[in-house]
């Protein structure tokens, strides 16, 4: 009976040290997940390949990346602008993403808040570390496609 006692307390002992080790003290701040809308705000992006329906990478150089290459800065307040790689004035206006994450939409505006157009896409990755969109040549044709490539730059923002 003794040594059931000891091995039973063996046990329990051992049972309680397994919980108390593993309940750490973690001082690592723990980020809570962002939104969809808040990765796109959180850095800029530079346009850096383009891809094809069939997957063959794309340079920026390539006809059908080239109208969407620069960098791109997505504002908390629902306002972006755009510069080409020299840094020149490309637009700017509103944007805004789907409650799903699955459309990003953008309202182009000339300096006097006219509407010039507005572009649906569909997002195909949204990370911190890649925002990758969709554009489609013919709207009615779905077979051919050009994801365009952005990863977050530290470019600072043009000044106009």
């Known amino acids: 009976m ?5 091995f039973s307390f063996l046990i329990a002992s051992a049972m309680l040290l397994g919980v ?20 796109l705000s959180s850095t800029a992006w530079e346009t850096t390949s383009g891809r094809d329906a069939e997957g063959k990478t794309l340079p920026i150089t390539d006809p059908n990346v080239t109208n969407f290459v620069g960098f791109a800065y997505f504002k908390s307040d629902s306002t972006f602008t755009m ?9 700017h206006g509103d944007w805004w993403l789907s409650e799903d994450g699955k459309t990003r939409t953008i309202v182009a ?10 572009r649906v896409v ?23 496609y050009y994801d365009i490539i952005h990863t977050p730059t530290n ?4 000044t106009k």
Not at 109 to 118: A, I, S
Not at 122 to 143: G, I, S
């Open 2 to 6: 003794k040594r059931t006692t000891t």
């Open 20 to 39: 108390f080790a593993s309940c750490t003290k973690d001082n690592s701040p723990v980020e809570p997940p962002m939104t969809p809308s808040q990765i």
């Open 83 to 91: 510069y080409n790689l020299d840094d020149s004035p490309k637009m």
């Open 109 to 118: 505006k000339d300096n006097n808040g006219t509407v010039l157009f507005t």
């Open 122 to 144: 569909d997002m195909v990755v949204l990370t911190t570390k890649e925002f990758t969109y969709r554009v489609y040549p013919d709207a009615t044709n779905k077979a051919v």
């Open 155 to 158: 470019h600072p923002e043009p």
